[in-house]
C-alpha cells in the first residue's frame, strides 16, 4: 500500500472518493506503518484490498495523528471498472464498523486526489469545562475543570489568521532531510459555547503541520486559565520557537471534521 498501483491500463480503473469516520482511540494515527502497528490506513487498505482482490494506494487528505478521531476525512483510490459503490460501502461497513465507518462513497473525476485537490481542512477540538467530568464525553473531549476565560480565548483567536510560519506549534518531521516550511494559511479560527458546558474551537486552514492543532489548543486553554495572556499569541507565533507552546492538548478532545474542495 505503499507504491502504485501495478498492472492493468488506466481504461481498466476508477478513481474512488470515499469519506470516513472513525475513532481514532485504537490506532496509531491514519497514515499506514509497519505491519504491527495499527493504523486507519492499515485497517482500511486491508479490508479493500480483500474486497478488490487487488493492491491499493490509499491517499488521504489529512494524516491525523494516534488517537485523533476523524468524522470527514477523505480518502481516494483507483478500483476496477464497474465498481459499484452502494454495494461496495455496505459490505465495507460489515467488516469495519463500529470503530472505523464508511458515510459516503462515490466514483470519482479520474484527476481527483484526496491531499492535492483539497482546498482546505476543517478540524473541531471539544473542551468539557465543569467541575466533574462526564464518561460518556471522556472519549471525545477534553476535561478541564477550573472555568476558563472564553472571551481571552477568542482573543487569542485573532493572530492566528493568514498566513504565517507556525514552527512555534508544529512539530517538525524528523526523517526529511533538509528545510521543512511550516508555513500554512488559516481562513477561520473561532470558539465557541455550544451549551452544556462544552466549548469548541474550530479551525480551517489550507493544510496543518503535525500537532499545530493541539498545541494552539494546548496555549489556548492556558491563556483560559489565566497562567498565559492572550496578547502572547502574536509574540509565540512570531517567534517561531517551539518551546514557547510546548504542552498540547490530549489528541482525544481533536476530530478532522471536513474537508472541501
Same mark, same amino acid.
Given at each position: 500500500?505503499?507504491?502504485?498501483?501495478?498492472?492493468?491500463?488506466?481504461?481498466?480503473?476508477?478513481?474512488?472518493?470515499?469519506?470516513?469516520?472513525?475513532?481514532?482511540?485504537?490506532?496509531?494515527?491514519?497514515?499506514?506503518?509497519?505491519?504491527?502497528?495499527?493504523?486507519?490506513? #492499515?485497517?482500511?487498505? /486491508?479490508? *479493500?484490498? +480483500?474486497? &478488490?482482490?487487488? $493492491?491499493?494506494?490509499?491517499?488521504? !487528505?489529512?494524516?491525523?495523528?494516534?488517537?485523533?478521531?476523524?468524522?470527514?476525512?477523505?480518502?481516494?483510490?483507483?478500483?476496477?471498472?464497474?465498481?459499484?459503490?452502494?454495494?461496495?460501502?455496505?459490505?465495507?461497513?460489515?467488516?469495519?464498523?463500529?470503530?472505523?465507518?464508511?458515510?459516503?462513497?462515490?466514483?470519482?473525476?479520474?484527476?481527483?486526489?484526496?491531499?492535492?485537490?483539497?482546498?482546505?481542512? #476543517?478540524?473541531?477540538? /471539544?473542551? *468539557?469545562? +465543569?467541575? &466533574?467530568?462526564? $464518561?460518556?464525553?471522556?472519549?471525545? !473531549?477534553?476535561?478541564?475543570?477550573?472555568?476558563?476565560?472564553?472571551?481571552?480565548?477568542?482573543?487569542?483567536?485573532?493572530?492566528?489568521?493568514?498566513?504565517?510560519?507556525?514552527?512555534?506549534?508544529?512539530?517538525?518531521?524528523?526523517?526529511?532531510?533538509?528545510?521543512?516550511?511550516?508555513?500554512?494559511?488559516?481562513?477561520?479560527?473561532?470558539?465557541?459555547?455550544?451549551?452544556?458546558?462544552?466549548?469548541?474551537?474550530?479551525?480551517?486552514?489550507?493544510?496543518?503541520?503535525?500537532?499545530?492543532?493541539?498545541?494552539?489548543?494546548?496555549?489556548?486553554?492556558?491563556?483560559?486559565?489565566?497562567?498565559?495572556?492572550?496578547?502572547?499569541?502574536?509574540?509565540?507565533?512570531?517567534?517561531?520557537?517551539?518551546?514557547?507552546?510546548?504542552?498540547?492538548?490530549?489528541?482525544?478532545?481533536?476530530?478532522?471534521?471536513?474537508?472541501?474542495?
Amino acid at each position: 500500500m505503499s507504491g502504485p498501483p501495478s498492472g492493468g491500463s488506466e481504461a481498466a480503473t476508477v478513481r474512488v472518493r470515499m469519506t470516513l469516520a472513525y475513532d481514532g482511540r485504537g490506532f496509531h494515527g491514519f497514515a499506514a506503518q509497519s505491519s504491527e502497528v495499527r493504523t486507519v490506513a #492499515g485497517v482500511v487498505g /486491508t479490508a *479493500l484490498e +480483500r474486497k &478488490l482482490g487487488q $493492491p491499493v494506494v490509499l491517499v488521504a !487528505a489529512g494524516r491525523t495523528d494516534a488517537g485523533v478521531h476523524a468524522w470527514g476525512q477523505v480518502v481516494s483510490f483507483d478500483a476496477p471498472a464497474g465498481f459499484d459503490p452502494q454495494r461496495f460501502l455496505l459490505s465495507l461497513n460489515r467488516v469495519l464498523a463500529p470503530e472505523v465507518v464508511v458515510r459516503a462513497i462515490e466514483v470519482a473525476d479520474p484527476a481527483f486526489d484526496a491531499r492535492r485537490s483539497a482546498r482546505s481542512r #476543517g478540524y473541531r477540538y /471539544t473542551v *468539557l469545562n +465543569r467541575p &466533574l467530568p462526564d $464518561p460518556f464525553l471522556a472519549a471525545t !473531549a477534553w476535561h478541564v475543570p477550573e472555568l476558563l476565560d472564553l472571551g481571552a480565548m477568542r482573543l487569542a483567536c485573532d493572530p492566528l489568521i493568514g498566513e504565517h510560519d507556525f514552527s512555534s506549534f508544529c512539530r517538525r518531521p524528523r526523517s526529511v532531510t533538509g528545510e521543512v516550511s511550516m508555513v500554512r494559511r488559516v481562513q477561520d479560527a473561532r470558539w465557541s459555547d455550544v451549551g452544556d458546558d462544552l466549548l469548541r474551537f474550530e479551525i480551517e486552514a489550507s493544510s496543518f503541520c503535525q500537532q499545530m492543532v493541539r498545541s494552539i489548543v494546548g496555549l489556548m486553554v492556558a491563556v483560559g486559565r489565566g497562567s498565559r495572556r492572550a496578547g502572547e499569541m502574536a509574540g509565540v507565533l512570531r517567534a517561531g520557537d517551539r518551546s514557547l507552546a510546548p504542552h498540547l492538548a490530549p489528541a482525544h478532545g481533536l476530530c478532522l471534521w471536513e474537508v472541501k474542495y
